[in-house]
């Protein structure tokens, strides 16, 4: 692969990036029109299986979905980004925790991106939002884990 390639993959993973980190920044911050830029107009999230089509819809929704003034944070792991052939489309998995102002854990999932660079900047077409779901109490750990893991581990009752 020439070197010109390489170079430009480079810089679209590294525009992939910062784009995926822009999203929990601007939401969390309330920050509306960074929030939009992020998208294309005609971006599709799915959560369980439900979809929210376009982006007005999807504007909606998360400015509704919280009051104005509930603070929260997404942490965000380091996405996997694998690139379209076409050099016009990407596909990324981004691991989040959304932690609310309770400093509960309130949301764990996996972020899964279709992203698409038009006139030369990368959006995402399509969010699909797996949340890994809730299970309460200890987690069931063979004695083996809890004998080695367990005394790095918050007690959990």
Not at 5 to 10: E, G, R, T
Request: aromatic letters at 8%; proline letters at 8%.
């Amino acid at each position: 692969m020439p070197a010109h390639d390489l170079v430009q993959q480079l810089l679209d993973r590294e525009a992939i990036r910062d784009l995926l980190a822009r999203y929990p920044q601007a939401f969390d911050d309330r920050d509306w029109a960074a929030w939009e830029e992020i998208w294309t107009d005609d971006v599709v999230w799915v959560v369980d299986g439900t979809e929210i089509v376009g982006l007005p819809a999807v504007r909606e929704f998360m400015v509704n979905c919280l009051p104005p003034d509930y603070g929260s944070k997404h942490l965000c792991g380091i996405p996997v980004i694998e690139l379209g052939d076409d050099g016009t489309t990407a596909h990324a998995r981004t691991d989040v925790v959304w932690i609310a102002a309770n400093y509960e854990n309130t949301i764990v999932a996996r972020y899964v991106d279709d992203l698409v660079k038009r006139d030369g900047r990368w959006r995402i077409r399509r969010r699909d939002e797996v949340v890994m779901p809730f299970r309460p109490g200890p987690p069931p750990m063979s004695e083996e884990s809890k004998e080695l893991s367990g005394p790095t581990m918050r007690p959990t009752g």
